[in-house]
């Protein structure tokens, strides 16, 4: 696929470095698994902050509980953003979003971060966060079949 710009929320950044393959509905995964793999890539793709639902909640079931303008989430959108020196309106390729993480977070800041949320407990944002640490790439997906 041409590069085209992602509009991610501020926490969203961080959930694609976690990204597994798990997600709320099916499509929802499949639209995430979609975007990942393009920042896999094309880590020079744009990303466009935005501060509020953005390309990924588009995906969110309509018919789960709704959560996407939650006050909690904009709190949780704008932590991530402060810790990581970003402001909705700036636009980046990926590649400068992961080397900010690389260079002003430490795995373990997840769970101060994302402590409201119900994925934390799985450990697989804060081993991306350690992957990215290390200076690799976003590794390949588990193949659909074995989530
Ligand atoms: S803990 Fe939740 S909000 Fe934080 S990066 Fe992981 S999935 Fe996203």
Not at 34 to 62: H, M, W
Not at 103 to 120: H, K, S
Request: aromatic share 8%; with cysteine.
């Amino acid at each position: 696929m041409a590069n085209r710009e992602i509009r991610l929320r501020g926490h969203h950044l961080l959930c694609l470095l976690g990204f597994r393959g798990m997600g709320y509905s099916a499509a929802f995964s499949a639209n995430m698994r979609e975007v990942y793999n393009e920042l896999r890539d094309e880590p020079q793709t744009l990303v466009s902050i935005i501060g509020g639902p953005d390309d990924l909640c588009a995906c969110f079931p309509k018919d789960a509980e709704q959560h996407c303008e939650n006050r909690s989430v904009y709190e949780h959108d704008k932590r991530i953003l402060e810790k990581l020196g970003f402001a909705a309106g700036m636009t980046l390729p990926w590649a400068d979003v992961t080397l900010r993480v690389r260079d002003r977070m430490q795995p373990e800041d997840i769970n101060t971060l994302c402590y409201t949320c119900e994925w934390r407990s799985y450990g697989v944002c804060e081993a991306g966060v350690r992957t990215i640490k290390k200076g690799s790439p976003l590794p390949p997906l588990p193949p659909l079949s074995h989530l």
